[in-house]
C-alpha cells in the first residue's frame, strides 16, 4: 500500500507571486510538443518547415486551453460557473476538460488549415504524434494537484489520499500518465514514422485515447456533481470517448480505402 506524496500545488512562490505545478506542466506540455515538431522537421520527404512549427503550437495551446477551460465549465460544473462565472479563468485550479480541449484544438487546426493552405487532416495528423506526452504532463500535474484519484482497491500499489479517506485508491492519474502519455506516444510516433495515408494518424489517434480513458474510467471515480450517468457504472468519460472510438475507427477505415495515394507526414 503507497500513501499520497504530501505535495504542494506551488512550485514557486516569490512573495505574494506564486507559480503553479499544473501550470508548469502545461508549459512543459507546449515546451514539448514544439521540440518534438522540430524533430519531425527533419525527416526526409516532409513538407513542414521550422519556421511553421512555432505558428502551429501557438495554434495548438490556444485551442486546447480555451476549448479544455470552457468545456470543462459546460460538460462538468455548469453549476458553479453560474454562481462564479470569473472560475473559467483561475485555471491553475485544476479543472481542464480534455475532451473539450479537443474540440477547441479541432477549431484551432482548421484555422491553422486555412492560414496555411492545407487540408485539416495534413494538420492533424502531423499534430497528432506531438500531443501524447503533453497529454502525461497535464494527468502529473493532476497528480500534483491531487485530483481525479480512483476508487477503492486491494491491488498492492493502491494509494491511500489522506485528504479523501483511508482506503487505498487506484492512483488513477499514474494510469492515465502511463496510457495516454508514454504508450499512446509511442504507438503514434513509431505508426507515424512511415508514410500513411492522410487521416490514418488522426483515425489512429481517437480510437487509442478513446480506448485507454475508456478502461481507466472502469477505475476512476466520476466527478461528485454527475455520478454516474448509468447503470452504476457509466461515466461522463465513457460517454464522451466511446464516440471518439467509433470516429476513430471509421477515419481509419476509410483512410486505406481511399486510392488517390495521398500521404501524411
Same mark, same amino acid.
Given at each position: 500500500?503507497? *500513501?499520497?506524496?504530501?505535495?504542494? &500545488? ?16 502545461? @508549459?512543459?506540455?507546449?515546451? *514539448? ?7 519531425? *522537421? ?10 511553421e512549427i512555432s505558428d502551429l503550437v501557438f495554434?495548438?495551446? @490556444? ?9 470543462? *465549465?459546460?460538460?462538468? #460544473?455548469? +453549476?458553479?460557473?453560474?454562481?462564479? &462565472? ?21 477549431? $484551432? ?7 496555411? +493552405? ?15 506526452? +503533453? ?6 500535474? #493532476?497528480?500534483? #494537484? ?5 476508487? &477503492? ?32 506516444? $509511442? ?15 488522426? +483515425?489512429?489517434? /481517437? ?31 465513457? /460517454? ?26
Open positions: 500500500m503507497l *500513501t499520497y506524496p504530501d505535495f504542494s &500545488p506551488v512550485a514557486i512562490a516569490i512573495g505574494s507571486f506564486e507559480v503553479h505545478w499544473y501550470g508548469l506542466m502545461y @508549459l512543459l506540455a507546449f515546451g *514539448t510538443g514544439w521540440w518534438l515538431g522540430l524533430l519531425r *522537421t527533419r525527416r526526409p520527404g516532409t513538407e513542414w518547415r521550422a519556421a495554434y495548438f495551446a @490556444l485551442g486546447a486551453v480555451l476549448g479544455g477551460r470552457i468545456g470543462y *465549465t459546460l460538460m462538468y #460544473n455548469f +453549476g458553479a460557473f453560474v454562481d462564479d &462565472p470569473l472560475m473559467v479563468f483561475r485555471i491553475w485550479e485544476g479543472g481542464m476538460s480534455y475532451h473539450g480541449g479537443m474540440v477547441g484544438v479541432f477549431v $484551432a487546426m482548421w484555422l491553422y488549415g486555412r492560414h496555411t +493552405g492545407r487540408t485539416f487532416f495534413q494538420v492533424t495528423d502531423y499534430l497528432a504524434p506531438l500531443v501524447p506526452l +503533453g497529454l502525461g504532463a497535464g494527468r502529473m500535474g #493532476n497528480f500534483i #494537484n491531487g485530483e481525479l484519484w480512483g476508487r &477503492p482497491t486491494d491491488l498492492p500499489w493502491g494509494m491511500v489520499f489522506p485528504f479523501v479517506d483511508s482506503q487505498p485508491r487506484h492512483p488513477s492519474m499514474l494510469y492515465e500518465f502511463l496510457l495516454e502519455g508514454l504508450v499512446f506516444f $509511442a504507438i503514434l510516433w513509431v505508426f507515424s514514422r512511415k508514410p500513411r495515408p492522410t487521416m490514418a494518424v488522426s +483515425g489512429l489517434y /481517437l480510437i487509442c485515447y478513446g480506448v485507454f480513458r475508456f478502461g481507466v474510467e472502469f477505475v476512476r471515480v466520476p466527478d461528485e456533481h454527475i455520478g454516474f450517468l448509468a447503470l452504476d457504472w457509466v461515466t461522463m468519460g465513457h /460517454l464522451l470517448s466511446f464516440p471518439m472510438i467509433v470516429i476513430g475507427m471509421l477515419f481509419f477505415a476509410y483512410a486505406y480505402r481511399r486510392t488517390d495515394g495521398k500521404v501524411s507526414w
